[in-house]
């Protein structure tokens, strides 16, 4: 059946796509929050060294035997740091703001130090610092998702810490 131009209705109203760019978010881009400049860059540091320890520890896992339990503890560790920074970069996003694409200088930092234990020892001070900045960014993040995200990152950095500790503890070579 066609239809006759007295059957649409008298006020139909319509959206031209050139007005689109008016409306942002009409497509699904950008976010539903403001963007909060400071978080975001406080986010992206973290982000950053993320894949800087995460990158770190892929290296000193992968100069290990294959059985070295030591080589197993690392691989948890460099999956934390891989998931954390899957994190940051959503979270990034999800606020609105632009995610970094950078790792940290840390990466050069660590791999300038000689010997395993000096290394996983360096790395206990990187892994310190991102609690720190954790810590000093809580109190400002007023998005519950970002907070809980940050909450359970710090949580897997300390047991990562730990996980260190008890590494450095057994008197590794090197």
Known sequence: MTRKPSDEPENALSSPPCFAADFPGYF????????????????????????AGAK???????????????R???????KDEGANAVLL???????????????GAFVHKTLAID?????????NKGQSWVVRKI???LPDVSDPVARDMLEQMRRSHVDN???CEALLGEGLPG
């Open 28 to 51: 699904g881009e950008g976010s539903e929050t403001p963007v909060d400049a400071m978080l975001i860059e406080r986010l992206n540091a973290l982000l950053e060294a993320e894949r």
């Open 56 to 70: 770190v520890l892929a290296i000193l896992r992968d100069g290990l035997d294959q059985r070295s339990t030591v």
């Open 72 to 78: 197993h503890v690392l691989e948890r560790l460099q």
């Open 89 to 103: 970069y959503k979270t990034i996003q999800r606020l609105g703001g632009v995610a970094s694409h950078d790792t």
């Open 115 to 123: 010997g395993l234990t000096a290394r996983l020892g360096f790395l």
């Open 135 to 137: 810590d000093e960014a």
């Open 161 to 163: 810490i730990a996980a």
